[in-house]
């Protein structure tokens, strides 16, 4: 393989989240309000709107969780009690950066754990409909977000107008399409991009909009489009090739993903919603009710709290043709139910409807499973 051109020249490449801490804090000192959000449901054209930024609150390290097992159940997912036991010891930067944080209701652990931390910071949760074809969800949705909005307003002592709200959809539009197009190019064979330079793109976009990013996200795929000409790759031809599905990804938990690079093999596409799964789809423009266009639009995110999540096997099949797979693997995090459950039909629509072999792996933050991690991954990819 040759040297690669790096996608960012900055100091961050092992540490995407630094690099996003940093445009969060710039435009903290530049006079812009900090919301703190924890998913990919959170309509951040509100933010952008009023001339906020959102910053990432979810956490992936084992450290905390000692903490947070003081006061929360040790059988609880382990990203709701790193994020709380980071605030419990003010330790997450994020969250220390921070006007005001916007929650919602896709997981029972989480929605309560909000309640603990509203000494902390002014909060607003937003209730999710949970069955998005149901009769009424999207007009639901839509009351919800017109409740964020008011509180924005309220909190802020600001007016987030229709005109601000379409061009924070159209800069929302045209930074997802590139996000889109980045993660296309897991499509090459041989690789050409990496699966860090993807959770670094997307960690990128989640705290970055407007002009600049728009023009440093044609800047990648150019990058990017000139590995494939000059025959620059990330991965030998005859690498197995991978695509992880399930929960969130980051920090600790990227041992999994870590593992997959040990055996040889290349990760062509993250479906999760630190990956792709929050840049697909686009906000209806000029619709006249901006806000019912946002609603309609991340209702069709397929998370697992969804139900029926039919939008979840409809992205598995477009990801297995455009990436070809040899290997699924459904990253789980324990006690996360939703994505546990739903794994069963996951995994017979991976192998006997998309014909692709499949492996869950139920995890958490800490060490102890590696050696038995790297068994299983190995063996999976020998059978592929």
Known sequence: MSQLTPLFTDDFADFPLKRALGQVAKRRDQGAKVV?????????????????????LCAF??????????TLPANLCPLIKSSFGFIELKTCPFFELTDAVVGETTCDGKKKMFELITKHRPLYVMDLPQCPTNEGAVEYWKHSINGFKKFLESEFDTTITNEALEESIQASNAKNSLVVEIFAFGAAKPSVI????????ATYA??????ETIAKLQEIVKTLSERQEKGVF?????????????????GDVLKVLKLVDEEGATIVGLDSCT????????IEEGSGDPLLAI???????????????????????RLVAQLKPDLVIDLVLQSCHTYNVEAVKVES?????????????VTDFSAQDHGQLKTRIGAALEMC
Do not use: F, H
């Open 36 to 56: 703190g959000a924890y998913c990919s449901y959170a309509p951040v054209e509100l933010i952008w709107a009023m001339g906020g930024v959102p910053a990432i």
């Open 61 to 70: 390290s084992n450290v905390p969780i000692a903490k947070a097992e003081e």
């Open 194 to 201: 990496t699966w860090q330079e993807m959770y670094e793109v």
């Open 206 to 211: 989640m705290v970055s909009s407007g002009s």
């Open 234 to 250: 990330t991965s030998k031809e005859s690498a197995k090739r991978v695509l992880i599905t399930g929960c969130p990804i980051g």
């Open 275 to 282: 990956g792709l799964k929050a840049y697909v789809g686009k």
């Open 295 to 317: 609603a309609k639009r991340y209702l069709e995110i397929p998370c697992a709290c969804m139900t029926p999540n039919t939008g979840r096997t409809e992205t598995l099949e």
């Open 349 to 361: 629509y991976v192998r006997n409807d998309l014909g692709v072999n499949y492996l869950k792996v």
